[in-house]
C-alpha cells in the first residue's frame, strides 16, 4: 500500500526512468510530490477575442480551424500557421520547430494529424498582432470536436511547474493530479494554530488541493499563505524547543573600551563616522559589554560603512585579548574582507588569518593556522564556513562576525556557536529581511539599520552604453588624475562561452584604447598577498585602470576611482552589479557606471533598468526579489534546518508572524514536550529527526 513516503517510481505511471527525472526536482516521495507547488498560473477562464487580443501580450484564444500554411526558412527553422476563426475575425495559431538539414521527415506532422479542418481548438501562448493579424505562440493547446464540448485544461486556472528533461508539463499535471489522492494522509496541525480575524483556518489537504488546482487565482493565493503559516508554526515551535534546550549561561567575557587600538583605528580611517555609525557601534558596544550575549543584526546600504562598524566591534574584542571570527559565505568574499582587515588594522600588531577550504588543503598553513587559533596568537579568523569544522578550535573566542548573514541557514549559525561558551553574534547583511520573518528565523535578534551615507558624496551616475562611449569617458576622467575598474566576467577564453576575459581584454586595451595609461589585473586564482600587493598599488596611484573579474565586488575602498565598466552587464545578478557600484563614488568626485553590452531579453532589460533607476541598495534588493522571487531568499536563510515547501511566507503580514510567535511561546511554556500536541509532535520529529538531538520532543 502506497503512503506519503513510498518512492516516486512506484506510483502510477512514473517508473524508474522518470523516477531518476523527478528526483532532479527534489521529488523522491509521494509526499515530495505533494508539496511540489507551482511556480506560476496561467488563468485560461478569460477567452480573448481576436478583436481585442492586441491589449494582452499573452492568453487563451479560442475559434474553429480553417486551413494550414507552412513554410521553411534557410536557417532550418520551420513555421506553422493554423488559421482559427473565431465568429468574427481569422486569426493564427503558429508553431516552431528546428528540423535538420539532412532530414525529410515532417516536423510537424503530428500536430497536422490533430488540427482537422473544422474542429474547434482552445491555444494559449504569447499574443503578436502584425499588421492587425493576430498570432498566438502556442505553448498548450487542446482541440474539441464542437463548439459545445468541455475542454479538460481550459476555462479553468492552469498550474505550470518547473520541468527537467524526460518529464512534460502536462505528465507533471496529471500525476500531481492523481497524487492528490492522498492529500487526507498529509499531517495537519491547523487545529494547533490560533485563529486569525483576516485569515480563516485551512486543513493542509484543502490547501495543498487548492495550491495545485485552484478555482481562481485569488484562491490560490490565499491556500499559498495558509500553507506557509503553517510551515512558519511548525518551524517557529522546533526552533524555540531548540533554544529552550540550550544551556543558557551569563557569558564569561568582560569587555573595557580601552582605546589603545580604537583611537589609532579611528585616527587611521581619514573620516568621520556618521551619527549612523555612530549610532550603531554604540548599540554593539553597548550590547558587547552587556552580561548576556550580543545578538544584533547590521543592516545597510553598499559603502554605508557596515564594515568599519564591524571592524571597530572587533578592535574592542581584541584589545581586550579576546578572538573574533569572522564568517562569510564565500571564498572570494572572505579574502576581501582579509584584504581590508589588513588595510584597516595596519600598524597595530594584530595577527590576522585567511581560512578557506583550499588553505586549509595545504599542510603547512592548515596547520599555522591551527595552532595559532588554539593558542591565542591569532586574534582574527577570517573565512568561510570552513571557520566551524571541528578540527578548528579557539582559545578564547568572544565574538562572531556573520557577513551576507542570509546565505548562512540556521545550523551553520548553532554550529558557529560551539566555538565559544556564549560568543556575541553581530550579523550584517544588505538584504531586506522582513522584521518579523528575521525575529522568527534569527531569533531574538536586535536589528540596527544605517541608512546615511559619508557626507560628501554623490550618487553614482548610471548608463547604459555602447563600448566606445564607456572608453572615451573613462579617458577623460583618467585624464583629471582619476582610476577605472574594468570587470569582465571571466578570466581567460573560454571554448564554451564567447566572453571577453580579463587576460584577453587587458592585452587589446593596453594596446588601443588605453595605450598611455598603466593597467593591471586582478582575479580570484591569485595568491591572496598578489591580490593585497595589486590593491595597494592601485590604492597608491602606481597604476590608473585595474582590470578584475567580480572578486573587486566587496571591501575595496579607492577614493579616486570615478569610473566602473561592467562588460556582459546583463549576465550578472542585481546584487552583483550594485556591489560592483559600490567600488566607485567613495569621495566627493562625481562617478559613472556604464553597463556593456547584451540586452537581449526583456528580464535583462528590466533587471538593468532598475541598477540604472536606483542608487538605493535596500530598493535594488526589493526589486531582486520580486523579480527572482523570494525562493533563494527563504531557502537560504532557513537552509540546513528545514525548508519551506511555498515563497509565500514573505507576504504574510509581519503582525501575523509576530502572532504565531507569541502564541508559540505560550505552547512551549504550557507543553514543553508537546504531548498534548501529538500530530504537531510527530511532524517535529519526522521533519528534524536528524537534528532530534536538539530538540526536547524524543
Not at 112 to 139: D, H, L, Q
Request: aromatic share 10%.
Amino acid at each position: 500500500m502506497l503512503t506519503l513516503d513510498s518512492k516516486i517510481q512506484f506510483f502510477n505511471g512514473v517508473g524508474y526512468k522518470r523516477s531518476s527525472s523527478f528526483a532532479k526536482l527534489g521529488i523522491k516521495t509521494i509526499g515530495d510530490l505533494l508539496t511540489f507547488f507551482p511556480v506560476k498560473y496561467q488563468d485560461r477562464t478569460r477567452i480573448i477575442s481576436m478583436e481585442n487580443a492586441w491589449k494582452y501580450s499573452q492568453g487563451c484564444v479560442f475559434g474553429e480551424i480553417g486551413g494550414i500554411e507552412e513554410r521553411i526558412f534557410l536557417s532550418n527553422l520551420c513555421l506553422l500557421d493554423v488559421e482559427l476563426f473565431d465568429g468574427i475575425l481569422i486569426g493564427y495559431v503558429r508553431f516552431f520547430r528546428k528540423k535538420s538539414m539532412h532530414s525529410s521527415a515532417d516536423v510537424f506532422a503530428s500536430i497536422k494529424k490533430k488540427f482537422e479542418i473544422g474542429n474547434f481548438v482552445y491555444a494559449w501562448g504569447n499574443i503578436k498582432v502584425k499588421s492587425g493579424i493576430v498570432f498566438v505562440m502556442a505553448s498548450d493547446y487542446e482541440i474539441v470536436q464542437n463548439k459545445s464540448d468541455k475542454p479538460l485544461l481550459f476555462g479553468k486556472v492552469v498550474p505550470v511547474y518547473h520541468t527537467v528533461k524526460g518529464i512534460t508539463q502536462n505528465f507533471i499535471r496529471e500525476t500531481v493530479k492523481l497524487a492528490l489522492n492522498f492529500c487526507e494522509l498529509y499531517p495537519d496541525i491547523s487545529n494547533s494554530m490560533p485563529d486569525f480575524k483576516k485569515l480563516p483556518k485551512l486543513t493542509a489537504s484543502l490547501a495543498i488541493k487548492r495550491i495545485h488546482y485552484p478555482g481562481t487565482l485569488k484562491s490560490a493565493q490565499f491556500a499559498r499563505k495558509i500553507f506557509a503559516i503553517q510551515e512558519f508554526f511548525i518551524l517557529e515551535v522546533a526552533l524555540l524547543l531548540f533554544r529552550k534546550n540550550v544551556k543558557k549561561n551569563f557569558k564569561t567575557q568582560k569587555y573595557e573600551i580601552k582605546k589603545t587600538m580604537l583611537r589609532p583605528f579611528k585616527n587611521n580611517l581619514g573620516f568621520e563616522f556618521t551619527r549612523d555609525q555612530k549610532k550603531a557601534i554604540n548599540n554593539i558596544f553597548f550590547d558587547m559589554q552587556s552580561v548576556n550575549p550580543m545578538n544584533r543584526m547590521l543592516v545597510g546600504d553598499v559603502g554605508s560603512g557596515k564594515t568599519v562598524v564591524a571592524f571597530s566591534a572587533t578592535l574592542l574584542a581584541v584589545e581586550n585579548d579576546y578572538q573574533v571570527m569572522i564568517i562569510v559565505p564565500t571564498e572570494i568574499l572572505a579574502e576581501q574582507h582579509y584584504l581590508a582587515a589588513l588595510n584597516a588594522f595596519k600598524g597595530l600588531g594584530i595577527k590576522i588569518v585567511l581560512s578557506t577550504s583550499s588553505i586549509l588543503k595545504k599542510k603547512s598553513e592548515r596547520e599555522k593556522i591551527l595552532i595559532g587559533l588554539k593558542n591565542g596568537y591569532v586574534k582574527i579568523a577570517i573565512g568561510t564556513h570552513s571557520l566551524i569544522e571541528d578540527k578548528i578550535k579557539f582559545k578564547n573566542l568572544s565574538l562572531i562576525i556573520v557577513d551576507e548573514q542570509h546565505r548562512f541557514g540556521v545550523m551553520q549559525k548553532f554550529d558557529a556557536l560551539d566555538k565559544a561558551q556564549s560568543p556575541d553574534v553581530l550579523m550584517i547583511t544588505a538584504t531586506p529581511i522582513p522584521r518579523a520573518l528575521a525575529i522568527g528565523i534569527c531569533g531574538a535578534v536586535d536589528i540596527t539599520t544605517i541608512t546615511q551615507l559619508p557626507p560628501g558624496r554623490l550618487p553614482v551616475k548610471t548608463y547604459f552604453a555602447s563600448e566606445q562611449l564607456a572608453y572615451t569617458n573613462a579617458i577623460e576622467e583618467l585624464k583629471k588624475g582619476n582610476q577605472v575598474y574594468i570587470v569582465f566576467p571571466v578570466i581567460d577564453k573560454s571554448k564554451k562561452f564567447t566572453l571577453k576575459s580579463v587576460i584577453q581584454e587587458s592585452k587589446k586595451l593596453s594596446q588601443t584604447w588605453f595605450k598611455d595609461f598603466k593597467i593591471d589585473l586582478l582575479y580570484g586564482k591569485m595568491k591572496s598577498s598578489e591580490k593585497t600587493k595589486i590593491m595597494q598599488r592601485f590604492k597608491d596611484k602606481e597604476f590608473n585602470i585595474l582590470i578584475s573579474t567580480t572578486v573587486i565586488g566587496v571591501g575595496i575602498d579607492i577614493s579616486d576611482a570615478t569610473v566602473m565598466i561592467i562588460q556582459h552587464a546583463d549576465i550578472f545578478g542585481l546584487s552583483v552589479l550594485h556591489q560592483l557600484r559600490g567600488r566607485v563614488g567613495r569621495s566627493s568626485k562625481q562617478s559613472y557606471l556604464y553597463l556593456i553590452g547584451g540586452f537581449k531579453s526583456d528580464r535583462a532589460c528590466k533587471r538593468l533598468s532598475i541598477i540604472r533607476s536606483l542608487n538605493d541598495g535596500i530598493k535594488v534588493s526589493e526589486e531582486d526579489l520580486k523579480i527572482r522571487g523570494p525562493g533563494e531568499l527563504m531557502g537560504t536563510l532557513q537552509h540546513g534546518f528545514h525548508e519551506f515547501k511555498t515563497d509565500d511566507l514573505v507576504e504574510v503580514d509581519a503582525d501575523i508572524l509576530d502572532f504565531i510567535k507569541k502564541y508559540v511561546a505560550k505552547i512551549v511554556e504550557d507543553d514543553p514536550t508537546l504531548s498534548q500536541n501529538t500530530v504537531l509532535k510527530k511532524v517535529i520529529y519526522k521533519r528534524f529527526f536528524n537534528k532530534i538531538k536538539l530538540i526536547n520532543v524524543g
